[in-house]
């Protein structure tokens, strides 16, 4: 191998490693930490939490740390397996025998790697559910629904993602050295697009959306919304109950597909004010401009993304450094973008703090606009059930949670509430 190669390999395997070291430092943190304190319930929340759910919540989030760990454990096997070991190589090669070099080849290639890793990890998928969540008692999914929800999803999976790229594939071949920019705008189109039909075409297939049917509770949440200047439209009630006991809302789609989904689970666990506070909060995340503001974030990154994509794709050093000899006669872009999916993360994974930092930003901005349009009691426990009913722990250790955290841990959170 040149020394580029040497080199970039070399950088390959330092940040792999710098990220697994990092995992687990952190990881160990956090189920020691929790475990320190799952004797007794923190003073602040002795009134509200009893031992039993406090105890509850640390194994539970002690379990899924540990599961975490599995499989980052997984991920970097697998990430070695296609790379440095050849497994991506082998699997060009055998496609490049059968299909000869072009786009079926190449839509082959990206297929085939899909199909692969998804089956490696389904096993893992299906232990989270059947095993932890079973566990903990939030499991509510059937082998037959897990079944066909993975069927479902991997169709729906293959009719977008093919026809996107074999678009980005010909945009390679065809458009270019200024590609990349091509590219970047196919898919933040595609993006823009998903944001408005995810909500109306395809989360339907997989639950329920019944519009709010509770009168006194859909008369008390319009005057609510009216009181915000919200277009009071797109107020749906999702069977998430179908799938788990978590309880959750959140806010959707933009412009005249934007709504506010709430899982029946919560507003089974909620009393009216409470909804109210918790719909508030969603529409403060509407009303600063967080959905936007995330829009233009990603918009941003994602082309320092294809800029960085363009670069490299060229670069001999980038296929040999990761294990994969480059075909002479026929394009390697389906190569190229495989190994920049896998690759980038590596880098992108130490952006978590700052991505994390600024949600909670935005969290904190959002239950401050609940206070101003509700009251603040109310949101305090609201939240208070949601972290009891979804066993989130109330000690996580505070270095995890700056790294990890969307969401303020509950101490801080309701602290900033008492004080608003
Ligand atoms: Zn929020």
């Not at 070695?80 to 497994?87: A, F, Q, V």
């Not at 297929?111 to 509510?140: D, H, M, S």
């Not at 270019?176 to 944001?195: Q, Y």
């Not at 904190?364 to 989130?392: C, I, M, Q, R, W």
Request: proline content about 4%.
């Amino acid at each position: 191998m040149d020394t580029a190669s040497l080199a970039f390999t070399a950088l390959f395997c330092a940040l792999l490693v710098l990220g697994l070291v990092v995992r687990t430092v952190l990881s160990s943190r956090q189920i020691r930490h929790v475990a320190r304190h799952r004797g007794a319930v923190p003073a602040a929340f002795s009134d509200t939490i009893s031992l039993e759910a406090h105890q509850k919540a640390a194994n539970y989030t002690i379990t899924k740390t540990r599961y975490g760990l599995l499989e980052t454990a997984i991920d970097a096997a697998l990430l070695l397996g296609w790379t440095l070991l050849g497994g991506l190589d082998w699997l060009n090669q055998t496609l490049l025998d059968a299909l000869g070099g072009g786009m079926l080849q190449q839509l082959a290639l990206l297929a085939a790697f899909v199909a692969i890793g998804g089956l490696i990890t389904l096993p893992l998928g299906w232990y989270a559910t059947f095993r932890i969540e079973e566990r903990f008692g939030f499991n509510k999914m059937t082998l037959s629904l897990w079944l066909a929800d993975l069927f479902k999803g991997s169709l729906v999976g293959a009719l977008i993602g093919l026809p996107i790229a074999a678009l980005v594939l010909w945009l390679m071949g065809a458009a270019g050295p200024a590609w990349w920019i091509w590219a970047w705008g196919v898919w933040m189109a595609f993006n823009l697009l998903a944001l408005v039909l995810y909500p109306t075409l395809i989360a339907p297939l997989f639950n329920k959306f019944e519009p709010l049917a509770d009168e006194t509770l859909k008369t008390r949440v319009n005057a609510l919304m009216q009181r915000c200047g919200f277009a009071a439209k797109g107020l749906f009630v999702m069977d998430g109950s179908k799938r788990s006991a978590h309880a959750n809302a959140y806010f959707t789609g933009f412009g005249a597909a934007k709504r506010v989904v709430f899982f029946d689970t919560l507003l089974k666990q909620l009393s009216p004010d409470e909804i109210d506070a918790v719909l508030a909060h969603e529409l403060g995340h509407y009303q600063r401009r967080h959905i936007l503001k995330r829009i233009v974030l990603m918009f941003a990154l994602s082309l320092a993304g294809f800029a960085l994509l363009g670069w490299v794709s060229n670069q001999a050093w980038f296929f040999s450094g990761l294990g994969v000899t480059p075909s002479m006669d026929t394009p390697n872009d389906a190569l190229a973008l495989l190994l920049f999916m896998m690759t980038v993360p590596l880098l992108t994974y130490f952006l978590s703090p700052l991505m994390a930092q600024l949600s909670r930003k935005h969290e904190f901005e959002a239950d401050a606009y609940a206070v101003d349009h509700t009251s603040g009691p109310d949101l305090a426990s609201a939240l208070l059930k949601l972290y009891k009913d979804n066993a989130s722990t109330l000690t996580p250790d505070p270095v995890y949670a700056r790294f990890y955290y969307s969401h303020p841990p509950a101490s801080e959170r309701l602290a900033r509430l008492q004080t608003a």
